[in-house]
Antibody, heavy 119, light 108 residues
Framework: QVQLVQSGPEVKKPGASVKVSCKASDYTFDRYDIHWVRQAPGQGLEWMGWISPYNANSNYAQKFQDRVTMTTDTSTSTAYLELRGLRSDDTAVYYC????????????WGQGTLVTVSS | EIVMTQSPATLSVSPGERATLSCRASQSVSSNLAWYQQKPGQAPRLLIYGASTRATGIPARFSGSGSETEFTLTISSLQSEDFVVYYCQHYHSWPPWTFGQGTKVEIK
């Protein structure tokens, strides 16, 4: 059973950084790209970017390009999202999602990590 | 960037009736369209991809149709667990892969 298990909730002050992890299991990690999607409270889904665990290629949404870094550790089958310069409007649930083999839709999702930015 | 617009924002339907949700793309996405279901406090779940192909384990009461810029998700006979939020997402050509703002299906 494919699983993506994310790290626990975080509370950060404005200007700080956060790093969220996403540990994959029961599939070959480097054969599927990982995407990150966030959801502000009561809002819709916002795609942030993706990374290939195979070759570390990545692509970020323009909105986040200056503040985000996505990495992977193939030895532990874990993907990471780092977001810097946190603002109150970064308060959201952050999801990792596995890209399907066929095309860029998302067949498995992590459970989500709530990041709260508050002074 | 392709903008995805879902309508209506909220759909009121009685249990056992049919629900029809719409998703419109600001430019053609061919059939590169997926639908997700999201229950409160949970991650989204893939329902449909390729505009009309049900994902593994998805009940037959869920069906998708459309192409280019106009898409529809139909739930043929609403069950209690179907009264949640649905999102469409395009994956045409290149990123960003954008989602619609969601349609909430509520009990009438």
């Amino acid at each position: 059973q494919v699983q993506l298990v994310q790290s626990g909730p975080e509370v950060k002050k404005p200007g700080a950084s956060v790093k969220v992890s996403c540990k994959a299991s029961d599939y070959t990690f480097d054969r599927y790209d990982i995407h990150w999607v966030r959801q502000a409270p009561g809002q819709g889904l916002e795609w942030m970017g993706w990374i290939s665990p195979y070759n570390a290629n990545s692509n970020y949404a323009q909105k986040f390009q200056d503040r985000v870094t996505m990495t992977t550790d193939t030895s532990t089958s874990t993907a990471y999202l780092e977001l810097r310069g946190l603002r109150s409007d970064d308060t959201a649930v952050y999801y990792c999602a596995r890209e399907a083999k066929l095309a860029v839709f998302f067949d498995y999702w992590g459970q989500g990590t709530l990041v709260t930015v508050s002074s | 960037e392709i903008v995805m617009t879902q309508s209506p924002a909220t759909l009121s339907v009685s249990p056992g009736e049919r629900a029809t949700l719409s998703c419109r793309a600001s430019q053609s996405v061919s059939s590169n369209l997926a639908w997700y279901q999201q229950k409160p406090g949970q991650a989204p779940r893939l329902l449909i991809y390729g505009a009309s192909t049900r994902a593994t384990g998805i009940p037959a009461r869920f069906s998708g149709s459309g192409s280019e810029t106009e898409f529809t998700l139909t739930i043929s006979s609403l069950q209690s667990e179907d009264f949640v939020v649905y999102y469409c997402q395009h994956y045409h050509s290149w990123p960003p892969w954008t989602f619609g703002q969601g349609t909430k299906v509520e009990i009438k």
